[in-house]
């Protein structure tokens, strides 16, 4: 079965830029979405079909999918970037996939 | 607005089933694909089950293979989780969510809705 591997942590300090990858076979060649969720709250969908920003979400949010790997990439991080983020891909066998999530902290 | 509700969980013994709900309002419901999705606590986003706008395509997670069914009903703008045979594992906040196609994402959430499995 097909398989997405994050990191289950990242820290940055704020006004930074926090990088969060999401690892699969030939990820590249799917399209990979990301999703924020803060504690107690629904996911929100963050970038969508690799690099696409829905209306509403900052600028500072981008993404990149390449190989194997896709990026989240949030530049001049928040506080109120601080929630998990969850990558996520279909895939013609085992349909929808998620990866672990990644807890990221600003300190 | 877009809104979807869910409704139905709680808490149900080991081998019992139970059925959720998802309303979709503030959009046209019979033309868009809905997935389950599952949080067991402090763990993360598990996908659970997919139904298409027609109802000519169901998935399932292996974890629920067997156990769930999905269905909808596009005249009352509703869809639902049938999950019989429930074990501890299964114990979690379901998610109903929106995607117009198999590769899309998936755009709104509900707030969710806790199933919790024990004696």
């Known amino acids: 079965s097909y398989e997405l591997t994050q990191p289950p942590s990242v820290s940055v300090s704020p006004g930074q830029t926090a990088s969060i990858t999401c690892s699969g076979n030939?990820?590249?060649?799917?399209?990979a979405h990301w999703y924020q969720q803060k504690p107690g709250q629904s996911p929100v969908l963050v970038i969508y079909?690799?690099?696409k920003r829905p209306s509403g979400i900052p600028e500072r949010f981008s993404g990149s999918n390449s190989g194997n790997t896709a990026t989240l990439t949030i530049s001049g991080t928040q506080g109120m970037d601080e929630a998990d983020y969850y990558c996520?891909?279909?895939?013609?066998?085992?349909?929808?996939?998620f990866g672990g999530g990644t807890k990221l902290t600003v300190l | 607005q877009v809104q979807l509700v869910e409704s139905g969980g709680g808490v149900v013994q080991p081998g019992r089933s139970l059925r959720l709900s998802c309303a979709a309002s503030?959009?046209?419901?019979?033309?868009?694909?809905m997935h389950w999705v599952r949080q067991a606590p402090g763990k993360g986003l598990e996908w659970v089950a997919f139904?298409?706008?027609?109802?000519?395509?169901?998935y399932y997670g292996d974890s629920v293979k067997g156990r769930f069914t999905i269905s909808r009903d596009n005249s009352k703008n509703m869809f639902h989780l049938q999950m019989n045979s429930l074990r501890a594992e299964d114990t979690a906040v379901y998610y109903c969510a929106r995607v117009a196609g198999f590769a899309e994402p998936l755009t709104v959430w509900g707030q969710g809705t806790l199933v919790t499995v024990s004696s």
């Open positions: 503030g959009f046209t419901f019979s033309t868009y694909g």
């Open positions: 030939d990820l590249g060649g799917k399209f």
């Open positions: 996520q891909a279909w895939d013609s066998n085992t349909v929808w996939v």
């Open positions: 079909q690799d690099t």
């Open positions: 139904i298409w706008y027609d109802e000519s395509n169901k």
